[in-house]
């Protein structure tokens, strides 16, 4: 479904976040991208959604490559892939339910189906109370349930996840991973995670793809990581 | 439709720049409306005064009538006149009887062997005027002439002119407009460029994303163009007696309500061109959404 054919990417800065990486994920796979800070993990996923295109190499999804794309391609691409951020880039000035619509309003469908679909979603990430909640109104793990919800709304293939539990206590982290885990088993949605928490990686027992200084250096499933 | 909701709520926003737009526009096209409504009246007057006799050559006493005429088929051979007519001693008088004929004491002091034989001319351009005159001011049966060759003339200078300011200051208040509907639309993606941001990241196209803008633009343009037009519409409906009046017998009043409702089109195309290339510029130096 998603493979990467010795692709490496240079900033301009003169930095090469990832250098001659070759990696297939299958559909419906569950898979952590681990690997220290500035390792290429952020990396990895923005060249999936072409926010930014590799130095050099392909990456094809579903066997088309994505490197190749016009720019009006772009935006049905990211259509294919939810992404919650590492920052989640909620909207503050609007409420839960808003920033959970936005996907479907780009899709120009009706407001009696967004309501429905947002709703439905809500329920299922478990924050359907918080509908009317701004941003800065939710507790610890609320938000990144309000970043999951936007980012599976509209059904995608592909599900990325940058740094989900960064700033969530061990409890809310493996809730939220726990949902996103309930997501690529009922939808059958491949997730791919990039994260530095050795705790959480060890405890779901995925495939575990570990990066160090742009390169992969273990590729495993239902593997372990120790971080440092 | 919804997009155009959204425009909406985003302009009751933050609603003075909104307003300093429109009224841009409400001016530029105000002025627009007035220099337009200038021009086109100036082209009545002058089409006006065309159409009366623009050279009258009276002939000496002496003169007799087959000469007269004779003098007005050289006069056609030149292809400078529009029409001739001859107007003999009797027909002269007859038409000062009619004009006087409430006026005995008028009447009775005139007998037609006052009223001297003319030719009325009409010219086929103004510019033909003044080669009328002389050829007329040649002949030695004519004893005098009168041509309103200057009034011609200089209105037709006039209509010039004010087409001409009218260009260039309309031109310049088009330009304003284009800048602050630039500057107002710039505001307003610098203000939204979290969720631009992120509505790129969800797939949105850059048509979907640069439409509220170009719908903003055409409101301001539409918004600008129909103060204008009911401005003028107003004014004029106001003014219409006392501009009658000035005008005297040449009849402008009552203008069709077509007039104004082409003028409302014109208007509000043109304004809706700028709104729209404005936020067009404005997206592309601020957003780079070609």
């Known amino acids: 479904m998603i493979e990467f054919q010795s692709v490496t990417k240079k900033y301009p800065s003169g930095q090469t976040a990832l250098e001659n990486i070759d990696l297939k994920i299958e559909s419906g796979e569950f898979v952590f991208v681990v690997g220290l800070s500035g390792a290429g993990k952020s990396t990895l996923l923005r060249l999936l959604t072409r926010e930014i295109i590799p130095t050099s190499g392909k990456i094809l999804f579903n066997n088309e490559d994505i490197i190749s794309y016009k720019k009006d391609k772009i935006p049905l691409l990211r259509r294919r892939i939810g992404t919650v951020f590492q920052d989640f880039k909620l909207l503050l000035t609007r409420t839960v339910f808003e920033n959970v619509a936005v996907p479907l309003d780009v899709l120009s469908k009706g407001e009696t189906e967004i309501e429905k679909e947002v709703s439905l979603v809500l329920e299922k990430v478990g924050i359907l109370d918080k ?69 959480i990686v060890n405890h779901f027992k995925k495939r575990v793809i570990v990066l160090e200084k742009g390169k992969i250096v273990k590729d495993q499933k239902e ?6 | 439709m919804k997009q155009a909701k959204d425009t909406l709520k985003q302009i009751r926003r933050s609603p003075y720049q909104a307003i300093a737009a429109a009224l841009a526009m409400s001016l530029t096209f105000f002025v627009a409306s007035i220099f337009i409504i200038l021009i086109f009246g100036g082209q009545l007057v002058l089409l006006y005064l065309e159409q009366r006799p623009q050279v009258i050559a009276f002939f000496s006493d002496e003169t007799k009538e087959s000469r007269i005429l004779e003098i007005a088929k050289e006069i056609e051979t030149t292809g400078l006149s529009k029409e001739i007519k001859y107007v003999s001693k009797e027909e002269a008088y007859e038409i000062y009887r009619e004009r006087f004929k409430d006026d005995p004491l008028l009447l009775e002091s005139v007998t037609a062997d006052f009223l001297p034989a003319h030719l009325e001319v009409s010219a086929q351009k103004v510019d033909d005027i003044k080669i009328l005159t002389e050829d007329f001011r040649q002949r030695e049966e004519v004893e005098s002439i009168v041509a309103p060759e200057d009034v011609i003339g200089k209105l037709a200078n006039v209509t010039r002119t004010v087409r001409t300011a009218g260009l260039i200051f309309v031109s310049v208040l088009i330009a304003i407009s284009f800048l602050i509907i630039i500057m107002v639309v710039g505001m307003r993606i610098a203000l939204r460029r979290d969720e631009i941001s992120i509505m790129n990241l969800v797939g949105a196209t850059r048509w979907y994303i640069a439409k509220p803008f170009f719908i903003e633009g055409a409101l301001y343009g539409i918004i600008g163009a129909s103060i204008a037009t009911f401005l003028v519409y107003s004014l004029l409906l106001f003014y219409s007696p006392q501009i009658q009046n000035f005008l005297g017998p040449i009849q402008i009043f009552p203008i069709s309500p077509l007039f104004f409702l082409y003028l409302w089109l014109a208007q509000a195309l043109s304004a809706i061109t700028v709104g729209v290339l404005g936020a067009a510029i404005a997206l592309y130096r601020y957003l780079r959404v070609k």
């Open chain 1, 131 to 199: 509908s009317s909640s701004f941003p800065v109104q939710l507790a610890g793990g609320e938000v990144q349930r309000t970043a999951i919800a936007r980012a599976i709304i509209s059904k995608p293939e592909v599900l990325l996840a940058d740094e989900p539990t960064g700033d969530l206590d061990p409890k809310n982290s493996l809730a939220v991973v726990g949902l996103l885990e309930k997501i690529s088993k009922e939808d059958k949605t491949t997730v791919i995670m990039a994260t530095h928490n050795s705790q």
């Open chain 1, 223 to 228: 593997g372990r990581y120790e971080a440092g």
